[in-house]
Every structure is written in structure tokens, then in C-alpha cells.
């Protein structure tokens, strides 16, 4: 089975900061990897994802994440934090077995940006 | 619509009732998972639909949860006899072919509060 784990759950940075949110799953094959973010009150977006392409991934809003094999990391990363990217933040795994493509999610990190 | 729409967004039911929720996915759209989301915590998967066939039920918690989706678009996810820990946003997402690589739209989640 996979898993994933986001270590902390409240991450705070000063608006123009970089922003590092961490995950690291567990699987047994070959994952596919993704970022989401929830504001508050709506569903979740899809930020980015790892499909076994590229190991750096560009998202959308200026986020990127690197799939780190060896270190079974996918950490997502902003140079510049936006007052606009205060949300949380879920990073998720899905594995190639089976035609169910569902989603194993972390706890989540909510990202606070200070003015 | 443009997305994932979930009806209705608030619902609250006193302990022992029944309550259905439910999802309108985006036009066209094969698969269809429902997800469930305990405060402060990450989505867990329910069930999955590749049309209006149940392909995976194993997240539903007990035999108390049941989901249909009879002509392949829309989908019901039912609670019988509910109990205080069924308390969560209940998560409707939908893509439009099976596999991993495909992105999996959410809707805005229904919260459903068990007196």
C-alpha cells in the first residue's frame, strides 16, 4: 500500500519568502505524484503532478516540485510567496495497479503569508 | 457546468437519520470517486466509478455508506442510520478517462455536521 506523509501541519512565511512545504511517500512501485491546494470553502485544485517524465515538475501559480527517488521525496517548492498563496496544501500519491487511479492523500499543510 | 458540482454544500442531520449527497460531475466525464475529509485531516478514498459501473467500494466504512450512479453521470452517496463520527466534508471529484495521468477535478465538498 502507499502513503504519504506532510511533516508539520502549519508552515508560516513572510510575504516575498521562499515557501517549502514537505512530503515523502511510501510505495512499492512506481508512483505518479501531485500537489493540490484548497482554499477555503472550494474544492481542491490540482497545483502540479509527476507522471515519470521529468523529476522537476512547473506548476501553475509559479510552484514546482522535484521527485527525488533515492530520498523518496517530492517537496514542493515558490521562490516568492504571494499574500494570494495562503491555503493548504495536499500532496497526494497514486499507484499503477489496477484501473482505480484513486488518490492517497497526506494530512495536509496550511500556509500562512505574512505582509 | 464548468466543474464538479455537490449538493447541497451544508447538511445537517440529527443522529440516526439518512442523508443523500449529491454529485454532478463534469459533462462527459468516465470515472468518478468520492472521498472523504475529517477536519484537519487528508482526503480518504470512499468509492470509484468508471461510469455507472462500482468498480472499487473498499473505502466506504461501513455498510451503513452506500453510492450509485445508474445512467453513468450523476452520483448519490447515501448515509444511513448516521452517526456522530460520519461528521466530515464528503469530496466529489471526476476525470474524464481512467488512468493516472489524468487529473481529477473536485467540487467544492458537501459538510455534513451529525448531532
Known amino acids: 500500500a502507499q502513503s504519504v506523509t506532510q511533516l508539520g501541519s502549519h508552515v508560516s512565511v513572510s510575504e516575498g519568502a521562499l515557501v517549502l512545504l514537505r512530503c515523502n511517500y511510501s510505495?512499492?512501485?512506481?508512483?505518479?505524484l501531485f500537489w493540490y491546494v484548497q482554499y477555503p470553502n472550494q474544492g481542491l485544485q490540482l497545483l502540479l503532478k509527476?507522471?515519470?517524465?521529468?523529476?522537476l515538475v512547473k506548476g501553475i501559480n509559479g510552484f514546482e516540485a522535484e521527485f527525488k527517488k533515492s530520498e523518496t521525496s517530492f517537496h514542493l517548492t515558490k521562490p516568492s510567496a504571494h499574500m494570494s498563496d495562503a491555503a493548504e496544501y495536499f500532496c497526494?500519491?497514486?499507484?499503477?495497479?489496477?484501473?482505480?487511479?484513486?488518490?492517497?492523500f497526506g494530512k495536509g499543510i496550511t500556509l500562512s503569508v505574512r505582509p | 457546468g464548468a466543474g464538479v458540482s455537490q449538493s447541497p454544500r451544508y447538511k445537517v442531520a440529527k443522529r440516526g437519520q439518512d442523508v443523500a449527497l449529491r454529485c454532478d460531475p463534469i459533462?462527459?466525464?468516465?470515472?468518478l470517486f468520492w472521498y472523504q475529509q475529517a477536519l484537519g485531516q487528508g482526503p480518504e478514498f470512499l468509492t470509484y466509478?468508471?461510469?455507472?459501473?462500482?468498480?472499487?467500494k473498499s473505502g466506504l466504512p461501513s455498510d451503513r455508506f452506500f453510492a450509485e450512479r445508474p445512467e453513468g453521470s450523476v452520483s448519490t452517496l447515501k448515509i444511513q442510520r448516521t452517526q456522530q463520527e460520519d461528521s466530515a466534508v464528503y469530496l466529489c471529484?471526476?476525470?474524464?478517462?481512467?488512468?493516472?495521468?489524468?487529473?481529477?477535478?473536485f467540487g467544492p465538498g458537501t459538510r455534513l455536521t451529525v448531532l
Open positions: 459533462s462527459g466525464h468516465v470515472s
Open positions: 510505495s512499492s512501485v512506481p508512483p505518479y
Open positions: 497526494a500519491v497514486s499507484v499503477s495497479t489496477g484501473a482505480n487511479s484513486k488518490l492517497t
Open positions: 509527476y507522471t515519470s517524465a521529468a523529476t
Open positions: 466509478f468508471q461510469n455507472e459501473a462500482q468498480l472499487d
Open positions: 471529484a471526476s476525470s474524464l478517462v481512467e488512468g493516472h495521468n489524468n487529473e481529477q477535478f
